[in-house]
């Protein structure tokens, strides 16, 4: 059994900074990508921010050069330093990772509960 436990979401004033958090705990063997994804209302779910345990990473153009994704693999955790928030950021934002829970099992897909941001004045 995994669990990914996210935290940090919250609201922010247009401009400002937010923190999420996201540490994956149970039957872990070794995780591959980790990463955020966000959905707003009406809205498919759309990626954020996804890295490897490798360091490479990935963002769509909407975010690049705001938010920022780092992972600490001796924790399983992974985190989304987001900036310069705006309106359009309000969404709820899901951590994703792909985890494989011993050396002959195969990769899995988890995902967290969901963590809300709002970004309103």
């Known amino acids: 059994q995994v669990q990914l436990m996210e935290s940090g979401g919250g609201l922010v004033q247009p401009g400002g900074s937010l923190r999420l958090s996201c540490a994956a705990s149970g039957s872990i063997f070794s995780i591959n990508r980790m990463g955020w994804y966000r959905q707003a209302p009406g809205k498919e779910r759309e990626l954020v921010a996804v890295?490897?345990?490798?360091?490479?990473?990935n963002y769509p153009d909407s975010v690049k050069g705001r938010f920022t994704i780092s992972r600490d693999n001796a924790k399983n955790t992974v985190y989304l330093q987001m900036n310069s928030l705006k309106p359009e950021d309000t969404a709820v934002y899901y951590c994703?990772?792909?985890?494989?829970?011993?050396?002959?099992?195969?990769?899995?897909?988890?995902w967290g509960q969901g963590t809300q941001v709002t970004v309103s004045s």
């Open positions: 994703y990772a792909e985890i494989r829970g011993g050396s002959s099992s195969g990769w899995y897909a988890y």
């Open positions: 890295g490897t345990s490798g360091g490479t990473t």
